[in-house]
């Protein structure tokens, strides 16, 4: 559907498997608010990412059952139907300063009907915590792993587990981090085998990876 600003794509979960998501960054909240609107009125469910307050209040005034998830960014209304997928998705973080990431890709699969199990603060500085939770993690079917600093903790993972691990940089760190460029880069040459690398910050982008691998498992053979 075309509107002043924007070209609707309400078609896209009849290609992609899931609706388009309103990425909020750049748009002013009314034209997020009517997106919404166009979404909901084609009966599909709502994802917005990168949103602030503004954006919130804006949709809510029309949708009143929308949800604001702050520590993501993220407005929801609604949610897909879960998937037949018996396994979760893990998502780990190495710190508490990395949780706005993580959040967003944990509200992003369950905005997609995923099942989510949150490991938190499990990061390399305290190696030990990772291994309290380990049996947990090895239950998941796919690993999504939240680092900022060196970016270590992908690598360690990938060592413990037998499962895909989408490893996403945070911007986390002091001044050699550069902004996440010197975890993405150690998540880049990392020698675990199965490390897939997102852009830094890119939580909906590894959410989206992991529920397009769940979804071969589900598809009839």
């Not at 084609?42 to 209040?57: E, I, K, N």
């Not at 603060?121 to 999504?144: N, T």
């Not at 690598?155 to 499962?163: I, W």
Request: charged share 20%; with cysteine.
């Amino acid at each position: 559907m075309n509107l002043e600003f924007a070209r609707v794509d309400t078609a896209r979960s009849e290609r992609c498997g899931r609706p388009e998501t309103i990425f909020c960054e750049g748009k002013l909240p009314d034209e997020v608010a009517e997106v919404a609107r166009v979404l909901r009125e084609a009966g599909q469910s709502v994802l917005a990412t990168r949103a602030d307050r503004a954006h919130f209040d804006a949709v809510a005034a029309k949708f009143p059952e929308a949800v604001w998830h702050g520590r993501a960014r993220c407005i929801t209304i609604g949610r897909a139907e879960p998937g037949m997928c018996r396994f979760p998705v893990g998502v780990i973080c190495a710190g508490t300063a990395d949780l706005s990431v993580a959040d967003e890709a944990a509200v992003t699969l369950e905005a997609f009907g995923r099942s989510v199990a949150r490991f938190t603060d499990v990061g390399v500085a305290g190696i030990h915590r990772l291994m309290d939770v380990l049996e947990p993690i090895r239950a998941c079917g796919v690993l999504v792993v939240v680092a900022g600093m060196e970016g270590a903790l992908p690598s360690v993972v990938a060592g413990l587990v037998n499962r895909p691990v989408i490893a996403v940089p945070t911007s986390v760190g002091y001044g050699a981090n550069l902004g996440g460029i010197a975890a993405l880069l150690g998540m880049l040459t990392s020698c675990g085998s199965r490390v897939t690398v997102v852009n830094i910050d890119n939580g909906f982008g590894a959410a989206c990876a992991a529920d397009a691998i769940l979804r071969l498992v589900e598809e009839p053979q």
